[in-house]
Nanobody
Framework: QVQLVESGGGLVQAGGSLRLSCAVSGSIAGITLMAWYRQAPGKQREPVANISRSAIITYADSVKGRFTISRDNAKNTMYLQMYSLKPEDTAVYYC?????????WGQGTQVTVSS
């Protein structure tokens, strides 16, 4: 059974940094897209960043210049380095892998940015 396991969330002051990780537990093949999403209280889940199989990277306008998405193909692991965090970045962050066999989601990790 394939699972995505996120880690790295926590409480940080505004202006601080965090690094999220998303690792695969189990065997997975044919990953075409790796992505981070987030969902703030009372809001819909929104895309944050993604990286395609061909290494094309896309960021939401709200995080451009502050967040960096990366991956380790050998480990099927994805990262989200977050700098200059703002209170509005507070949300549950989810990783998502799109594969030939369908979508996989992590359980979510809470990021809280205090002002």
């Amino acid at each position: 059974q394939v699972q995505l396991v996120e880690s790295g969330g926590g409480l940080v002051q505004a202006g601080g940094s965090l690094r999220l990780s998303c690792a695969v537990s189990g065997s997975i093949a044919g990953i075409t897209l790796m992505a981070w999403y987030r969902q703030a209280p009372g809001k819909q889940r929104e895309p944050v960043a993604n990286i395609s199989r061909s290494a094309i990277i896309t960021y939401a306008d709200s995080v451009k210049g502050r967040f960096t998405i990366s991956r380790d193909n050998a480990k099927n692991t994805m990262y989200l380095q977050m700098y200059s965090l703002k209170p509005e970045d507070t949300a549950v962050y989810y990783c998502n892998f799109v594969t030939w066999d369908g979508d996989y989601w992590g359980q979510g990790t809470q990021v809280t940015v205090s002002s």
